[in-house]
């Protein structure tokens, strides 16, 4: 397992007896390539000592907030910003709780607000207390903010009981955290292509015409299809998400690299989502130099893009084709027409310019459309919502190769 490699891991440790399986997890993340932080409550410093992180990490290790000494070597904001994956293993059921209420009172909470980084938790708690209304509450609005929750698993507890509520084993940690799927799925043996994030397109060498697609969309599908099985390649436009892991991501700027790429790779794919939102025109003619602002308006002369999607679903041979469509008013009618034009297999269509979903926010809502037949898929997080979209593309792409097979 080497995707790992060159991830800054920030592994948060909280109290509870699973933490003496955690210097383990530290051992087997630093194998997979990654380096590692550790960050430890109060309480999990009565299971292990600061010491044995040290040990396995080699990296000291960080557990107070209000310490001067500790500050001044890594500043907690600098340890925030410096985890490209935050992941807290054992989480315990306080730790849930105060996360899931914003909570800043010690450093591994002021962490996780802090960090911009992708937030994994592997909770670890007796059966009874995994099971409480209020922990369940919590995890569903941690899920909700796009938190990812990796177990737990069911079996014999320290406690003595058996239930749901154990932490998962390291291997299984590592396995979710390398994007190697654990089981077989849906997907397997698939080859995916997605388009993620906005286009740039030049105006002159420093100004650009641009949208605010953030790329979390088309990330979160790259990711879902990673897990089910696929083998992904994410070719995608300037953009600050990072790359899921198991995800192969393909940098490019304008719509007609983004175009170029996409046709380089689409014929040896199953399934193609275009989740991308691609400058629908570049500048004509882009001169050398700056453009000076002398005069009262300025006129540019705009050349229509490539539209990468129908190309894409007009190749002699296409892949299962999924388009987005962002619309104001008359969805449905709207997405419908534009699945119809395209010749899309689905379409995935969701409201614009409202409070909330959209390009910029944390949650979305989407109408999926396909030949015959639709879903509503309700506000969600872009994760949970990424994870329906691909079971129902799963779902649609078997069904239609079957029928294409016995043809
Ligand atoms: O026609 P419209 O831009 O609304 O269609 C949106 C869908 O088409 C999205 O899936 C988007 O990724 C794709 N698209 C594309 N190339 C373009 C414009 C849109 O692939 N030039």
């Known amino acids: 397992m080497s995707n790992l490699y060159g991830r800054r891991v920030l592994l948060g440790v909280t109290g509870g007896i699973a933490a003496y399986k955690s210097p383990d997890l530290v051992r087997r993340l630093r194998e997979a390539g990654a380096q590692v932080r550790v960050a430890m409550t109060a309480g999990a ?78 909770p670890a708690m007796n059966r009874v207390m995994w099971a409480n209304a209020a922990t369940l509450a919590n995890r569903d609005l941690l899920v909700r903010r796009g938190i990812r929750m990796i177990g737990p698993g069911s079996g ?47 105006v002159d060498p420093v100004r650009f015409l641009s949208n605010r697609s953030s790329g979390r969309m088309g990330f979160a599908v790259a990711a879902a299809a990673r897990r089910m099985g696929a083998e992904v390649v994410a070719v995608a436009g300037p953009c600050a998400v990072s790359t899921p892991p198991g995800v192969e991501r393909v940098d490019v700027e304008t719509a007609a690299q983004m175009h170029e790429a996409v046709m380089a790779r689409a014929p040896g794919c199953d399934i193609f989502v275009g989740a991308a939102a691609v400058a629908d025109y570049r500048v004509a003619e882009v001169p050398e130099a700056k453009i000076k602002k002398n005069d009262d308006t300025l006129t540019l002369s705009l ?57 910029e926010g944390d949650e979305n809502a989407l109408e999926v459309l396909w030949e015959g037949g639709g879903r509503s898929l309700g506000m969600q997080s872009k994760a949970a919502l990424a994870d329906a979209l691909m079971e129902l593309v799963a779902e649609r792409y078997h069904e239609e190769r079957g029928s294409q097979d016995s043809r």
């Open 303 to 359: 050349l229509k893009n490539p539209d990468i999607l129908q190309s894409v679903a007009a190749l002699p041979d296409p892949p299962f084709t999924v388009g987005f469509a962002a619309e104001t008013h008359d969805l449905r009618d709207h997405a419908e027409a534009k699945r119809r034009r395209k010749s899309l297999d689905m379409i995935a269509a969701n409201w614009v310019g409202r409070a909330q979903g959209g390009f």
């Open 156 to 202: 014999d507890q320290a406690c003595g009981e058996v239930g749901e509520g154990r932490m998962l084993d390291v291997p299984d940690i590592v396995a979710a955290l390398t994007g190697d799927p654990a089981e077989p799925g849906p997907l397997d043996g698939t080859r995916v292509l997605v388009t993620v994030g906005p286009t740039r397109e030049a």
């Open 45 to 122: 410093m009565e299971f292990v000592r600061p010491l044995t992180f040290q040990a396995v990490s080699g990296e000291p290790v960080h557990h107070d907030l209000l310490d001067p000494a500790a500050e001044a070597a890594m500043g907690h904001i600098e340890l925030a910003r410096w985890a490209d994956q935050v992941l807290v293993a054992p989480a315990s059921a306080n730790f849930m709780a105060r996360l899931a209420h914003g909570m800043a009172d010690d450093l591994l909470t002021t962490l996780c607000l802090a960090t911009e980084a992708p937030i994994a938790l592997a």
